[in-house]
């Protein structure tokens, strides 16, 4: 056979034992295979799967870490990663892949997937071959299918895709996304826009990946909540929200200025490059801080707005969006903001707070002037009694 030594799959392989009859079942990915007459498993894990035939055909089952639904983006981005790592087997000369979404038939059922065919030269040989290629949701993650085999011998490599899909029965489908608005414990909540979701359970690990870039691994319910948008390849979007404990005091108009160089030295102060002071912005019902802090190869944002445990922080960082798409999310996301605790999660604010407010930004209010009149009247009032009181006498020097 003239195939790439690189692209061999002669691996350490667990014994076949009954499966042959059984199936392998893969418990990650949520499938059962049965090899059809003529395949030699070469690696089996619950999370991926490898064989051959004796005409030469290689195939290879694995996953990506998010439930991803097909699309010919996705579609894309998937036929770009195949060609990716078949440069790194010894794959050169790429045609542009071919890409589509298409119904597919497995076992028992019938499942919409991205497919992706793309021709290359084995280097090493100077052979053509061809890869195809299949890319589906299940239990959390994207399952791809791929055969690759000599461009002459291009039909079996098409057949064997079928035949191995065709004996591929998924145990468990894609996971539930639930529902598009997601909440804390920490008395917030907020909604998904179009193309964005809940991450799943198994997504948590890529989408803390992200997250602990600006300090939050975590994301702990307790005081956060989170949205993704679901990457083909890659890191995804995301956009998070978690509670600090930090109060403002009176945030409004006439405070804004004074309270947001506050804002920012807690966020920027120690910042390598200087970042653009806040814009204001509606989160829910209130108003709140928007920051565009300049991160290179990434968009990202981040909003700040008092409640009554101090401050909801949310950041939105893009991986695939550009800076267009991640405001567009943001703008999407902060009107639908909703404080839940009792009275709207009103922020708290101390009267030492209430009484800087007043004397700080509001100096001719009437709660500053009442009182300051009154002060003013009350001594004045205090003056004169004291005069009218004062007794009337007469001093001279005739002594006696």
Request: charged share 20%; glycine share 10%; aromatic share 8%.
């Amino acid at each position: 056979m003239l195939l790439s030594c690189a692209l061999a799959l002669a691996l350490s392989a667990r014994p076949a034992a009954a499966a042959d009859d059984e199936g392998y079942a893969m418990n990650d990915v949520g499938a059962t295979l049965t090899l059809p007459r003529g395949w030699e498993m070469q690696e089996w894990s619950d999370w991926n799967f490898k064989a051959k035939t004796s005409d030469g055909v290689l195939m290879r089952l694995y996953l990506t870490p998010f439930q991803v639904e097909p699309s010919p983006e996705a579609a894309t981005a998937w036929g770009g990663m195949f060609q990716q790592e078949l440069e790194g087997e010894g794959g050169a000369d790429f045609a542009p892949p071919a890409v589509g979404v298409a119904d597919i038939s497995l076992q028992g059922s019938t499942r919409k997937a991205a497919t992706a065919d793309l021709s290359f030269t084995f280097e090493k040989q100077a052979t053509k071959g061809v890869l195809h290629a299949v890319s589906f949701p299940a239990k959390g993650q994207t399952v791809h299918i791929e055969t690759i085999t000599a461009a002459r011998n291009d039909k079996a490599g098409s057949a064997a895709l079928s035949s191995l899909l065709a004996n591929l029965h998924i145990d468990q489908g894609p996971l539930d996304t639930g529902p598009a608005r997601v909440s804390t414990d920490a008395g917030f909540a907020f909604s998904a826009p179009e193309g964005w979701r809940a991450p799943l359970s198994g997504e948590l690990s890529g989408t803390r990946k992200v997250t602990g870039r600006v300090g939050e691994s975590d994301l702990k319910p307790e005081r956060c909540a989170a949205l993704i948008r679901p990457p083909a390849v890659g890191d995804p979007d995301v956009i998070f929200a978690c509670s600090l404990y930090k109060h403002l005091g009176i945030v409004d108009a006439y405070s804004f200025e004074g309270v947001e160089a506050e804002v920012y030295q807690l966020f920027f102060g120690k910042a390598d490059k200087p970042v653009d002071h806040a814009a204001q912005v509606q989160v829910g019902d209130r108003l709140g801080f928007l920051y565009r802090p300049p991160v290179a190869g990434h968009a990202v944002r981040l909003a700040v707005a008092p409640y009554d445990k101090g401050v909801v922080v949310m950041w939105a960082m893009g991986n695939h969006l550009d800076d267009a798409g991640i405001d567009a999310a943001v703008q999407a996301v902060l009107p639908t903001v909703e404080y839940t605790d009792p009275d709207g999660g009103q922020p708290i604010v101390a009267l030492d707070k209430r009484v800087s407010y007043y004397l700080s930004y509001r100096p001719t209010s009437p709660v500053v002037l009442g009182p300051a009149i009154g002060l003013v009247l009350l001594i004045g009032g205090g003056v004169l009694l004291a005069r009218k009181r004062t007794p009337a006498y007469h001093d001279d020097d005739t002594h006696v």
